[in-house]
């Protein structure tokens, strides 16, 4: 047993003792999300600057004319970050397949929760897992908090004893948001490839 062994054990064990506590409190929808949906107005959403996977700057703006999927996570993640890009990145391919014209109106964004650790490089490792369309996204802890802030993304250090490192705690959720920048639904991680899909052509009209 290397002492790598016996941290990635020593994790796992975590996992599944925080595991039920922790999909119930990522079930739950935040409560800005409710209102939004309530009262009209876009809670979600909102400017940002970070930087992709090729070190080029990204801002929102860039993405006005086009539907963006945002998910936020980090490369890091043992388990429902990886998942929810795959399952992100299936629904890109299904709509690739059976509305090819509105899949070419969707960027699909993945920002970091943890830009300590997912630097650029990390970033350019981990996005060739997923659809190649994937921009992934890093910046300062500061550029990273205020992307956050505008979705309305928890997040939040969690030190791990056994194996002195850290998880990140997140909300987990992928935003779709219209080509004037607004909200306009949400997927949890446990949504399948065909209803994200389905969703998304239906609000691109195609
Ligand atoms: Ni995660």
New binding site residues.
Partial sequence: MTPLRIALIALLALLVLGGGWLAWQKLRPPLTITSATTSGTAAVGGPFELVDQTGETRRDGDYRGRYMLVYF??TY?P???PT?LLIMSRALTLLGETAPAAAKQVVPLFITVDPERDTVEAMAAYQPSFHPDLVALTGTPEQVAAAAKAYRVYYAKVEDQASGTYL?D?S?FIYLMGPDGAYLTHFDHLAQPEEIAESVKRHIGG
């Fill in positions: 996570g980090y993640c388990d429902v970050c929810t990140m997140h987990s």
